[in-house]
């Protein structure tokens, strides 16, 4: 089944791992995105499931198009921008893309769960076989399939793998609850393969 | 000049407080008490489609089109306001009325006071921002408006946009403060002060008491006006307009004439802005801002903001804006945000200074309609009858004005 096929007469199509998250969501719900972008998952939700949505984004360009939207979103960024928020004011809170980003994620992932009962994060699996084989035959470090960006590119990343991040999570007491492997936009079954057969995973995470 | 003005204005004006006096903070009272406003556009048949503009230190109730007919005297807030503007005239019905304690037609120490038919001078009683928005309140009353759709305003605009969410969070859906804060800081106190110290010093102020002498305190004025204008830029802008380059001279003179462009700058607008407004009004309307601070008496910011969950915020700020720095906002932001209330901000990146809240057009138009758009939606606010959709082009026409107009218009 392809996840970019299904276009809406109210919203564009979304990006893979956007629909993914958007099919976690409980219709009404109260939502925070961090990072939110262009607002487009946003937008989605709030046309589709009737979410409550509320965005956090750092760039001007995100914020213009989020408003344009018609969507609450606050200049910010993860980090500051996640104090504000009382407890359990959330019953989801979004980090899609972002976490190779973060500065500090155990400290992100533990607010957004003081704010949210639920977070769900995307991100870019490098513990997939092209990368594997891209370091073993070319000793190249490898760029992840979902996202095309160099070492020496801004912002700067950090690679990690899916067992690196199912690993960190039970370290810092985080469970992770419901699991989607997509490879290369395509929802996968990977059976017990799931660090070698996806390119971006999607994960809802509760406190342990 | 304007392609989508909304036409020949005329100011109105509303007396109130005949009978009973108007309680100020102060303990004072008011009695009676004068508002000098404008509206454009209708009124829909809910009365659910109002906005109430609220204008800077030394603005009024002009606020778009050309009062009393004439072309050449725009509103404040022209670019703004209009038919297809941001505040859309067809949409929505707005009003602006001139703050009392200024110069505008509402009531200030300009005014004669009834109880020696002479002007008020410094018989005038101190004023705040809470009153000069309680007078507002008697307004909307007047004007049979039950809950505006939205308040909007920058810089002291701003502070009285804050004041109405946080005291009056009732009669309001939506609050848009743009580059203000939430309590005056001690600098800003100081430069308040500054130009009051100027107007002091000017020997024909006379204790505010020249009404009726042939000078004024003109030159006093003048000074507290170029220290505000000294404000409202930023070293950049002040690079870019000005930069050293020099007025009317080809090389030092080494003398004291006015001899760099940003002295004859000053110079101009400093004497200008005598011929426009009141210096008492100038030391009355500096105390109110320098009186404002929300987070009194808490002591927390977000506690003012408790009984304003439903209000929804679209809080501006601009990155060079050193008289209101973008952290006052950023703080306001946080504590809404720690509120529970609906907040959108954008700290917008701009040369401009405290100013870029007039000449940053694009961005606010599409910040400012996209925002009123989603207001109409969430709010079902219809419009009023008669109205007609424009198509909207994708880039917007805007009336750029003439420099030295803008410096007019400015807070």
Same mark, same amino acid.
């Given at each position: 089944?392809?996840?970019?096929?299904?276009?809406?007469?109210?919203?564009?199509?979304?990006?893979?791992?956007?629909?993914?998250?958007?099919?976690?969501?409980?219709?009404?719900?109260?939502?925070?995105?961090?990072?939110?972008?262009?607002?487009?998952?946003?937008?989605?939700?709030?046309?589709?499931?009737?979410?409550?949505?509320?965005?956090?984004?750092?760039?001007?360009?995100?914020?213009?198009?989020?408003?344009?939207?018609? &969507?609450?979103?606050?200049?910010?960024?993860?980090?500051?921008?996640?104090?504000?928020?009382?407890?359990?004011?959330?019953?989801?809170?979004?980090?899609?893309?972002? &976490?190779?980003?973060?500065?500090?994620?155990?400290?992100?992932?533990?607010?957004?769960?003081?704010?949210?009962?639920?977070?769900?994060?995307?991100?870019?699996?490098?513990?997939?076989?092209?990368?594997?084989?891209?370091?073993?035959?070319?000793?190249?470090?490898?760029?992840?399939?979902?996202?095309?960006?160099?070492?020496?590119?801004?912002?700067?990343?950090?690679?990690?793998?899916?067992?690196?991040?199912?690993?960190?999570?039970?370290?810092?007491?985080?469970?992770?609850?419901?699991?989607?492997?997509?490879?290369?936009?395509?929802?996968?079954?990977?059976?017990?393969?799931?660090?070698?057969?996806?390119?971006?995973?999607?994960?809802?995470?509760?406190?342990? | 000049?304007?392609? %989508?003005?909304?036409?020949?204005?005329?100011?109105?004006?509303?007396?109130?407080?005949?009978?009973?006096?108007?309680?100020?903070? $102060?303990?004072?009272?008011?009695?009676?008490?004068?508002?000098?406003?404008?509206?454009?556009?209708?009124?829909?048949?809910?009365?659910? %489609?109002?906005?109430?503009?609220?204008?800077?230190?030394?603005?009024?109730?002009?606020?778009?089109?050309?009062?009393?007919?004439?072309?050449?005297?725009?509103?404040?807030?022209? +670019?703004?306001?209009?038919?297809?503007?941001?505040?859309?005239?067809?949409?929505?019905?707005?009003?602006?009325?001139?703050?009392?304690?200024?110069? @505008?037609?509402?009531?200030?120490?300009?005014?004669?006071?009834?109880?020696?038919?002479?002007?008020?001078?410094?018989?005038?009683?101190?004023?705040?921002?809470?009153?000069?928005?309680?007078?507002?309140?008697?307004?909307?009353?007047?004007?049979?408006?039950?809950?505006?759709?939205?308040?909007?305003?920058?810089?002291?605009?701003?502070?009285?946009?804050?004041?109405?969410?946080?005291?009056?969070?009732?009669?309001?859906?939506?609050?848009?403060?743009?580059?203000?804060?939430?309590?005056?800081?001690?600098?800003?106190?100081?430069? $308040?002060?500054?130009?009051?110290?100027?107007?002091?010093?000017?020997?024909?102020? %006379?204790?505010?008491?020249?009404?009726?002498?042939?000078?004024?305190?003109?030159?006093?004025?003048?000074?507290?006006?170029?220290?505000?204008?000294?404000?409202?830029?930023?070293? /950049?802008?002040?690079?870019?307009?000005?930069?050293?380059?020099?007025?009317?001279?080809?090389?030092?003179?080494?003398?004291? +004439?006015?001899?760099?462009?940003?002295?004859?700058?000053?110079?101009?607008?400093?004497?200008? #802005?005598?011929?426009?407004?009141?210096?008492?009004? @100038?030391?009355?309307?500096?105390?109110?801002?320098?009186?404002?601070?929300?987070?009194?008496?808490?002591?927390?910011?977000?506690?003012? #903001?408790?009984?304003?969950?439903?209000?929804?915020?679209?809080?501006?700020?601009?990155?060079?804006?050193?008289? @209101?720095?973008? @952290?006052?906002?950023?703080?306001?932001? $946080?504590?809404?945000?720690?509120?529970?209330?609906?907040?959108?901000?954008?700290?917008?990146?701009?040369?401009?200074?405290?100013?870029?809240?007039?000449?940053?057009? +694009?961005?606010?138009?599409?910040?400012?309609?996209?925002?009123?758009?989603?207001?109409?939606?969430? /709010?079902?606010?219809?419009?009023?009858?008669?109205?007609?959709?424009?198509?909207?082009?994708?880039?917007?026409?805007?009336?750029?004005?003439?420099?030295?107009?803008?410096?007019? %218009?400015?807070?």
């Amino acid at each position: 089944m392809s996840m970019q096929s299904v276009v809406s007469t109210q919203s564009p199509p979304l990006r893979a791992d956007l629909l993914a998250i958007a099919d976690l969501i409980e219709p009404g719900a109260r939502v925070l995105d961090i990072g939110c972008g262009d607002g487009a998952l946003l937008e989605f939700l709030r046309d589709r499931k009737q979410v409550k949505g509320r965005g956090i984004e750092l760039t001007e360009a995100g914020v213009l198009a989020c408003v344009r939207r018609g &969507l609450s979103v606050r200049q910010g960024n993860v980090q500051e921008g996640l104090a504000d928020y009382p407890d359990q004011s959330f019953d989801v809170v979004i980090l899609s893309q972002t &976490l190779p980003f973060l500065d500090d994620p155990a400290m992100v992932l533990a607010e957004m769960l003081r704010v949210g009962r639920t977070a769900i994060v995307s991100f870019s699996n490098w513990g997939h076989w092209r990368c594997r084989l891209e370091l073993l035959f070319t000793g190249r470090i490898p760029v992840a399939v979902d996202l095309p960006q160099q070492w020496y590119e801004s912002p700067r990343r950090q690679p990690f793998s899916v067992t690196d991040f199912a690993r960190f999570c039970r370290k810092i007491g985080i469970t992770i609850d419901r699991q989607i492997y997509l490879n290369r936009g395509l929802r996968v079954r990977t059976g017990r393969f799931k660090n070698l057969l996806s390119t971006t995973a999607v994960f809802t995470l509760q406190r342990a | 000049m304007t392609t %989508n003005s909304v036409g020949p204005v005329y100011t109105q004006f509303f007396t109130f407080a005949e009978e009973e006096p108007f309680p100020l903070e $102060s303990g004072e009272t008011l009695q009676p008490v004068t508002l000098a406003y404008e509206t454009y556009g209708a009124l829909n048949a809910d009365r659910s %489609n109002a906005i109430l503009i609220c204008h800077a230190l030394s603005g009024g109730a002009h606020a778009a089109g050309e009062l009393d007919g004439d072309p050449t005297r725009l509103g404040w807030w022209e +670019e703004t306001i209009g038919p297809g503007k941001a505040f859309d005239t067809d949409r929505f019905f707005v009003i602006c009325s001139n703050v009392i304690g200024s110069c @505008y037609g509402s009531t200030g120490p300009a005014s004669i006071n009834p109880a020696t038919g002479k002007p008020y001078g410094l018989n005038f009683p101190v004023v705040t921002i809470g009153d000069m928005v309680r007078a507002q309140v008697k307004l909307i009353d007047h004007l049979g408006i039950e809950r505006l759709l939205c308040v909007a305003g920058g810089s002291m605009g701003g502070m009285q946009v804050l004041e109405w969410a946080a005291h009056h969070p009732q009669r309001l859906r939506a609050a848009i403060p743009i580059a203000t804060t939430a309590h005056h800081s001690p600098m800003l106190i100081a430069f $308040s002060e500054v130009g009051r110290q100027a107007i002091y010093a000017d020997p024909a102020w %006379n204790h505010g008491a020249y009404y009726d002498t042939a000078q004024k305190p003109d030159a006093g004025l003048a000074v507290a006006r170029m220290v505000g204008h000294i404000t409202y830029l930023s070293e /950049e802008s002040m690079h870019l307009k000005f930069g050293r380059r020099l007025q009317g001279h080809e090389k030092y003179g080494y003398e004291f +004439e006015t001899e760099f462009e940003v002295e004859s700058y000053l110079k101009y607008n400093g004497h200008k #802005f005598t011929q426009r407004f009141d210096a008492n009004s @100038y030391l009355y309307v500096t105390k109110a801002m320098d009186y404002f601070d929300l987070t009194q008496p808490t002591g927390s910011l977000a506690a003012a #903001f408790a009984d304003s969950a439903h209000v929804k915020f679209l809080v501006i700020s601009f990155t060079s804006d050193w008289l @209101y720095p973008s @952290y006052h906002s950023k703080q306001l932001v $946080s504590a809404l945000t720690a509120a529970g209330v609906d907040v959108t901000y954008l700290d917008v990146k701009s040369s401009w200074g405290h100013d870029a809240f007039l000449l940053e057009v +694009e961005t606010m138009t599409n910040l400012l309609s996209s925002f009123l758009d989603r207001l109409v939606r969430e /709010e079902r606010v219809a419009a009023p009858s008669g109205y007609m959709p424009r198509p909207r082009p994708a880039s917007r026409n805007h009336t750029v004005l003439p420099r030295t107009q803008l410096a007019d %218009n400015l807070a």
